[in-house]
Every structure is written in structure tokens, then in C-alpha cells.
Nanobody, 120 residues
């Protein structure tokens, strides 16, 4: 069993910063990619940032230059530094990992989500 536990969400004023963390635990053989998605009320879940095991990061234009993803492979942990936050960044942020839980089992896992609210 694999668990992803997020932390670091909260309420911040526009222009402020937050740092999210996600720790993966359980039966993990290898993580191929890990990252963040978000979902605002009435909207579809969208990509925020992902990073591969090789360190390649991907961001949509909406957060590029403001958000930075990083990982600590040894701790199976990923971080999301969010700067210059805008009210439109308000959403539930979910951690996602594509990983091998054994040499033969590959799946995508989700955390429970953490609320980020940016006030104007």
C-alpha cells in the first residue's frame, strides 16, 4: 500500500507565498514522476507542476516563473514553492505520484488534498 500525505496549505494574501510538501510512504520500489495538481470549485483538475526521477520539471504557463517544484528522492518527498500567489490560485492541491510498488506493479497514486486559499 502506498500513501501520499500533503501538508502546507492554508490562507495567504495575494502576493504571498506558501510551500507545500508531499511525502510518499509504503511499498515503493521506484518513483518515475511526482507532482501537483489542483482543482477549484466547479473546475476540472489541472496540472500545476511535475518532476521526474531524472529531475526534469514541467509547469503550465499559468504558474511558470512563480512556482517551483523540487524533490528529495531519498525521502520520497516533493515540495512546491508557490510565490506571488494570486486569488485564481485558490484550489485544493493534490499530490500525485506515478510509481512502481514492485518490479511488476505500476500505478498512479493521489493524496487527499490540501486547501490553498489566496485572498485579494
Amino acid at each position: 500500500q502506498v500513501q501520499l500525505v500533503e501538508s502546507g496549505g492554508g490562507l495567504v494574501q495575494a502576493g504571498g507565498s506558501l510551500r507545500l510538501s508531499c511525502a510518499a510512504s509504503g511499498s515503493i520500489f521506484r518513483i518515475d514522476a511526482i507532482g501537483w495538481y489542483r482543482q477549484a470549485p466547479g473546475e476540472q483538475r489541472e496540472l500545476v507542476a511535475t518532476i521526474t526521477s531524472g529531475g526534469s520539471a514541467n509547469y503550465p504557463d499559468s504558474v511558470k516563473g512563480r512556482f517551483t517544484i523540487s524533490s528529495d528522492i531519498a525521502k520520497n518527498t516533493v515540495y512546491l514553492q508557490m510565490n506571488s500567489l494570486k486569488p485564481e490560485d485558490t484550489a485544493v492541491y493534490y499530490c500525485n505520484a506515478d510509481l512502481w510498488s514492485s518490479r511488476w506493479t505500476y500505478a498512479s497514486y493521489w493524496g487527499q488534498g490540501t486547501q490553498v486559499t489566496v485572498s485579494s
